[in-house]
């Protein structure tokens, strides 16, 4: 049979157990939990921190490269417009054909054709035909200049002719002048609305920058 103290020190023993299991249930488990919370607030707050910073050098980067972002802007405004402007394009084909300043053709004609909606591209396009006389070489001159305009210009096809007669004006078949069909579409941010009214240029009185004097590349 177990002695009296002993049985009193077990009890004791019990009791601090238990006295203790409380305590840490009712004041260290809660303490702990809110500690818990604290600290993920705190983490959470801290990628908050981090994110505005982020955020913020990306912001101060577009701004130190808003100069760039607006070049890169009205390039591509350049290449394709929100509208056709038909107008500064024959402008810039007239310059580009032009006997002085261009390839040196006269201009015959030219006529555009409806916009075509793009198939999912977001922009449209409108073929165009122009008609040039000249030299080979300049024909080539023009082609090459088209292709490097500020506007985006794609050329289709291609088609020359030999020719001895340009604007009334006779000249010899050993020169090697051509008429040539040239078909080409550009591009516009503007929807479908229909066609534009066809365009014959004044032409120029030569071709070329002065009247031929010598045989062009063949014709190929």
């Known amino acids: 049979m177990m002695r009296r ?27 702990k939990a809110q500690v818990d ?19 913020f050098k990306q912001l101060t980067d577009i701004k130190n490269r808003s ?18 402007e038909l107008p500064s394009l024959i402008r810039n084909l007239q310059a ?10 006269p201009w ?34 023009l082609i090459y200049r088209m292709e490097r305009m500020e506007r985006a210009i794609v050329v289709k096809t291609i088609t020359m002719a030999p020719t001895q007669n340009i604007l009334d004006n006779d000249y010899s078949p050993n020169l090697g002048l051509v008429n040539a069909d040239i078909a080409a579409k550009t591009f516009t941010f503007a929807t479908p609305a229909g066609g534009a009214t066809p365009t ?16 062009a590349a063949p014709v190929g």
């Open 96 to 105: 580009a054909a032009d006997p002085v300043t261009g390839a040196g053709l």
């Open 67 to 84: 100069a760039e972002f607006e070049a890169k802007l009205a390039s591509l405004q350049a290449k394709i417009p929100q509208q056709p």
């Open 108 to 141: 015959l004609s030219f006529a555009p054709a409806e916009i075509t909606a793009g198939s999912g591209s977001g922009f449209s396009s409108y073929d165009f035909s122009m008609k040039v006389a000249g030299f080979y070489s300049e024909v080539v001159d």
């Open 5 to 31: 103290p002993a049985v009193a020190l077990l009890i004791g023993l019990l009791a601090a157990i238990i006295v203790g299991a409380l305590g840490y249930f009712l004041l260290v488990g809660p303490k």
């Open 200 to 215: 014959t240029p004044t032409p120029q009185t030569t071709p070329g920058t002065s009247t031929p004097t010598s045989p």
């Open 37 to 55: 919370k604290t600290q993920k607030e705190i983490e959470s707050v801290q990628n908050q921190i981090t994110e505005q910073k982020n955020t």
